[in-house]
């Protein structure tokens, strides 16, 4: 019994190279499949893989066949019901029982469903805006850091004294220096006493050897019980401590000048930001919080979908933040990040008081805050107010977006890695 073993390189993905040619040839039907899908995915739900569905017309090969009319001679092997020189009428036109939509008797095909990897997904959706190298993108992580135990060190400030450690050194260091002379003292002392067995206490020999144990038990005791020399300090240094965990803000304007392609190009923004805050952290919160007149912490079904509408007072959804901020993400634990998005219209007392709110009560918490304005008009005067916040804060950004071949650019422009 002979047995095949299989030693090409792909190993078990022995399809992948006509995977990629696959790819390639319906680009186009798959690029429109994830169009769709991203429409109706969840933020949180973007790096994820994805089956598309492909219509079953576009995937038929192409194939060479005689065409419709002509004379043509055939063969019909275990035919009993003709001879040669019978003339039979020719097949109609129409349906040629290939079945490829619903019929009458309920058969059919389906389409054809291809499922797209995690990677192959995403390249797909940076493709979109010619960034294919943005999921390769880091942001800079924050530097933090902790006290840890390095071992000892023989200098130091008195509070870090490690007793143990400097008892123990201190016990070694007598040890050390005392063998000599209690080996010595036993020798004596054994000496002495044979000594005094032969001769009595007067003898010259007997005093010799006597003053030289009272030196030998005076050397003992002067070596002190404790030294500097002794002392041993804990060290500590200084280690970068893992940031781990992070909340991302999503602040949406909902007023009835933000109509459904304005949501779509702030909701694409949005998936860019969670995926790209994912990438840095293994924990991450998002808030979602829509704004008219008045402001509101929502789900994400409601943030994107929500057709809740009035007028614009942005503050509202600035202090709503500063007290989610409080209350919930203590900065001591929490890398904060928040993004803005909005048409920029607002009533000119309520901008400046929005300057005021990110002035003294968000950013001195924020790792970053992007402000983007999602208008084909000129700017509005939350733009003028915020362009004081960017000259001020370093880690404030903002820009325009005007329709949606320039979230990419944006993105990348907010996002860039800052030179040191």
């Not at 022995?14 to 769709?36: E, G, M």
């Not at 924020?366 to 004081?388: G, K, P």
Request: glycine share 6%; charged share 30%.
């Amino acid at each position: 019994m002979s047995r095949i073993v299989d030693r090409r390189l792909n190993g078990k993905n022995k399809s992948a190279v006509n995977r990629q040619k696959f790819i390639r040839r319906f680009r186009n039907q798959i690029k429109k499949a994830v169009a769709d899908a991203i429409a109706e995915r969840s933020v949180t739900d973007l790096d994820k893989s994805e089956k598309v569905s492909i219509p079953t017309k576009d995937t038929s090969e192409p194939f060479f066949h005689h065409g419709e009319g002509g004379q043509r001679e055939r063969i019909h092997p275990g035919n009993k019901e003709f001879q040669q020189g019978d003339r039979f009428p020719r097949p109609k036109g129409g349906a040629k029982g290939r079945g490829k939509q619903a019929s009458d008797s309920g058969e059919g095909l389906d389409d054809f469903i291809f499922e797209l990897t995690r990677e192959e997904f995403l390249e797909f959706f940076f493709e979109d805006l010619e960034l294919p190298n943005l999921v390769k993108t880091k942001l800079a992580t924050i530097n933090e850091t902790k006290k840890v135990r390095a071992g000892h060190t023989s200098e130091g400030v008195p509070s870090n004294i490690n007793i143990i450690r400097s008892l123990r050194g201190a016990m070694g260091r007598r040890i050390a220096l005392r063998a000599p002379y209690n080996n010595r003292l036993k020798q004596a002392e054994a000496e002495l006493e044979t000594l005094l067995k032969q001769h009595d206490k007067s003898h010259a020999v007997v005093k010799v050897l006597e003053e030289e144990i009272e030196q030998l038990k005076k050397k003992i005791k002067r070596i002190p019980f404790i030294d500097t020399f002794d002392l041993r300090y804990d060290n500590r240094i200084d280690q970068p401590k893992p940031t781990t965990q992070a909340v991302m803000f999503c602040i949406m304007d909902v007023s009835g000048s933000m109509g459904y392609q304005e949501k779509d190009m702030a909701k694409r923004f949005f998936m860019l930001l969670y995926l790209f805050l994912t990438r840095t952290y293994e924990k991450i919160q998002v808030v979602f919080i829509s704004h008219h007149t008045v402001a509101s912490e929502v789900d994400e079904q409601t943030f994107f979908y929500s057709r809740e509408t009035g007028g614009t007072v942005v503050s509202s959804a600035l202090e709503l933040t500063s007290k989610i901020i409080q209350e919930r993400f203590p900065t001591s634990e929490w890398n904060i990040y928040a993004a803005q998005a909005s048409d920029g219209d607002n009533w000119d007392n309520d901008s400046v008081a929005c300057r005021k709110i990110m002035t003294e009560r968000i950013m001195p918490y924020v790792q970053y805050y992007a402000y983007i304005e999602i208008t084909e008009d000129r700017h509005q005067n939350l733009w003028q107010e915020y362009l004081s916040l960017k000259s001020d804060w370093g880690n404030f950004a903002m820009q325009r977006i005007e329709q949606i071949v320039d979230i990419y650019p944006v993105f990348r422009k907010l996002f860039q890695k800052q030179s040191e």
